[in-house]
């Protein structure tokens, strides 16, 4: 029999590449959309309208309508859950910090209470998570490491992530935990550093952009590839028992690697003048300022270092990643290059 699946945040990264690996393997995908007034469903677009349209189906409710839920579950009755659904910028968690706690946290457990209030049987995966480390208090970081928040985001994530056990616990139900680290693509959104860097270096390089401006350029972070991070969350509900694992490359990079990369790829040789606030990074070839640091853009709590052992996701898994983070450079310069040629 066909199995089903229910995916909430499907028209973001990680719910667009998840449904297209779902598909692959014969499910019937359905993902939760938000009736709002713009339509941003780019990244599904070729799903809705393809050969597995029959497959693919879209209904409408949200994680902060505890109500949709349950009438969804109800309707679907779906083998598997995946909620990847969520205010998921860490920088905007912010400026908005009660919407972000209500659906990064409070929407978890709507959607465990729905499977509880139901009865269906099914598998739930939760997307937690790196930022749940913040302040990090032992390096590498694994499921064993204690946790220390520092934004409103990664707040809501660790009330989503102790709700799921506590359900899996007192309810027994099947739910996992995927503490995933930074896993970025060509569907990255625009806001978010990488994507920002790649986009900008292309509008540079094609004459569109002057140069670009960041925030704490000594940031590390282990960054992956999302296409391999979704195979992970779907290994996780094939289990014969529900856990908790570190998703990751255990390999770390700083923002200035990731742009010195980027501007590589596109034909510019960085070189660093000045420090903190004041550094400017400059194009040894023309002399031009390509990069500058503003204020703006640092975070009131940053997280500084990041580093995922994902040891018992190969364990226990079988998983680990494919794609280097030179690679995953790659694949974003050239697809956001790609996109500007076609845009000019």
């Known amino acids: ?144 490491t204690k946790f220390y928040p520092r934004s409103p985001y990664a707040c809501g994530k660790a009330f989503a992530y102790y709700i799921t056990q506590n359900y899996r ?41 002057e140069k670009l401006f960041l925030g704490n350029l000594n940031s590390e972070r282990d960054w992956g590839y999302a296409p391999d991070y979704v195979r992970a969350m779907w290994l996780m509900l094939q289990s014969d028992s529900p856990g908790d694992y570190v998703v990751a490359t255990g390999k770390t990079y700083s923002v200035r690697y990731f742009v010195e990369k980027v501007a590589q790829l596109n034909g510019f040789n960085i070189s660093w003048e000045g420090e903190g606030v004041n550094e400017k990074g400059v194009d040894v070839n023309t002399g031009k300022v390509l990069i500058e640091v503003k204020k703006q853009y640092y975070r009131p709590t940053d997280v500084d270092y990041l580093c995922g052992d994902y040891s018992l996701a190969k364990e226990k898994l079988g998983w680990e990643p494919n794609v280097s983070i030179n690679e995953l450079i790659e694949i974003m310069v050239k697809s956001d290059n790609d996109l500007i040629k076609k845009l000019k």
């Not at 946290?105 to 995966?125: H, N, P, V, W």
């Not at 309810?171 to 995933?180: E, P, S, V």
């Not at 994507?195 to 952009?209: H, M, P, Y």
Request: proline share 2%; aromatic share 10%; charged share 25%.
């Open 169 to 209: 616990e007192a309810y027994n139900l099947f739910a996992c935990n995927g503490i995933l680290f930074n896993h970025e693509s060509p569907r990255r959104g625009e806001n978010f550093v990488t994507r920002k860097i790649t986009l900008s270096f292309a509008k540079i390089k094609n004459g569109l952009q």
């Open 1 to 144: 029999m066909k199995k089903k699946a229910f995916v909430t945040g499907v028209t973001g990264q990680d719910g667009s590449y998840l449904s297209e690996l779902l598909l692959e393997k014969g499910y019937t995908v359905y993902g939760l959309v938000r009736r709002t007034s713009q339509f941003n469903r780019q990244r599904i677009e070729h799903l809705s309208s393809g050969n597995q349209s029959e497959n693919f189906k879209l209904c409408y409710g949200d994680l902060a309508d505890s109500s949709s839920l349950n009438r969804i579950l109800e309707k679907t009755n779906p083998d598997e859950i995946y909620n990847l659904g969520a205010q998921s910028h860490v920088g905007v968690s912010f400026e908005t910090p009660e919407f972000t706690s209500d659906v990064n946290g409070l929407g978890a457990l709507r959607l465990l209470d729905a499977i509880r209030e139901t009865g269906i049987k099914t598998k739930l995966y939760q997307a937690s998570s790196s930022e749940l480390y913040g302040k990090v208090v032992e390096k590498p970081q694994n499921e064993n």
